[in-house]
């Protein structure tokens, strides 16, 4: 079998695999998560429960471009970029294209396949289900790490209520064993990896099975040993669960431990959730400390560049919001500064206006005051006998006198008053013997002589305007 079929036999076996995990049948959508995540099965997995879940993506971020794996590598990273590897004409089609190419053959031979052995399949379909229920009777729920999940293909489904799982394992952790234990995470598994990923903290995962034969030994020796407790306390988090529960068998399918006690240590490294070191069976604790201690000063130094690179970005981050704030500052004082100035421009432009407008009634009322002063008759001489001695008081309290002659008009009185300074356009003439007011004809009238006010009458100004 050439590389590239062989390539497309991996290739379908990881999508077959991962549908039947996920339940997704889109096989193009399959594809591109796979692709995604560096054709890690695990990852993928993850995160597309985690999605399910309504939770972010925890185990990887998607990358630029991702290639399937290689059938002579058993790990599950990318293949190098295209730019490493030799020039092939096969190499000219995308990983995905390649990938359906294939699958289009081996899809085919796996329907004649599974139509031909329906039968078989039917009878152990059967006998995997009645062995499932003894289990179930036996340990209580379902067992994770019977054969009959991966023989007969059994297939974890999201949990229903994944917190109350991991309560319902430490509510009965304490009545079996005691409340002297680490202490435990009550979430559920993505938002434990969630926490340890924000708190840059090894996480520690510990898988229950309440009937193996060593679990109650390792849970009185190990897990409730203060030194334990203490160098759980000082280097990370704990989250534990029981594998007789929804939310356990879902974290044992993925973990993919092959006995008990199980413990994992997961840690972030490049960005991604992962497994940096899994304890299975029985260890004493002598030995599981020192192991678990070195392999947490071996990945310790991710921890440390990761904490200091989201330092740098807090500092970063930091020093961009002084800037803002002190560009804000700036922005909101010139923003004050053109505001009074233009507050200052419109009261020097009132100021202006008021003064214009000052002046222009100033100018308009002496252009009046000068053509009313010419209007007035002339004074006659006091020996003149039809004289007539006229004092006029107005508002300001000052007093104005002239000599007028009886034959002169009403509005040659008038013309002298609005000829003085200090009396407004709007008034009229009041006498106090007899007190009537003297208004002025159409043609300006009537005689001084006709009003009856005798030759020496005392008049006073009625404001008008007030």
Known sequence: MSRETSDELDVSQLLAHFQEITGIEDQNRSLTILEEHGWNLEAAVQDTLNEKEGIRAVFHEPSPQSYPPSS?????????????????????????????????????????????????????????????????????????????????????????????????????????????????????????????????????????????????????????????????????????????????????????????????????????????ERVEGLLPLRELVPRLAVAVRMNEAELVVERNERARRSVDQSIREEQDRAYQESLIADREKEKKRLEEQRREKERRGEEEEKRRKDEETASIRSHRASLIPSEPLPSDPDVMHVVIRVPSGERLERRFRGSDKLEGVYNFAHSCPGVSYDFTLMSNFPRKELRCMPDGGPLLSELGLGTKCALYIKDNSE
């Open 72 to 276: 002579s590598s058993q790990s599950p990273s990318p293949s190098p970029p295209p730019s490493s590897r030799p020039p092939s004409s096969s190499l000219q089609q995308s990983p995905a294209v390649r990938a359906s190419q294939g699958l289009v053959v081996v899809r085919t031979w796996e329907w004649l396949l599974n139509l031909a052995f329906f039968p078989v399949r039917f009878l152990v379909t059967t006998a995997a289900d009645v062995l499932l229920f003894v289990f179930h009777l036996v340990f209580g729920a379902y067992v994770s790490s019977s054969p009959v999940h991966f023989v007969f293909g059994y297939q974890p489904s999201p949990a229903r209520n994944p917190v109350g799982d991991v309560q319902q394992f430490v509510t009965g952790f304490e009545a079996e064993f005691g409340h002297a234990h680490p202490p435990f995470l009550t979430c559920s598994y993505s938002q434990a990896l969630e926490q340890a990923r924000q708190e840059l903290r090894f996480l520690l995962v510990y898988l229950h099975s309440p009937g193996h034969q060593d679990t109650a030994e390792f849970c009185t020796k190990v897990l409730c040993n203060k030194e334990f407790m203490d160098f759980v306390s000082a280097n990370c988090v704990m989250w534990a669960v029981g594998v007789n529960t929804e939310e356990g068998v879902r974290v044992s399918y993925v973990l993919r431990e092959n006995t008990y006690p199980f413990l994992g240590l997961i840690v972030l490294k490049q960005s991604r959730m992962v497994v940096v």
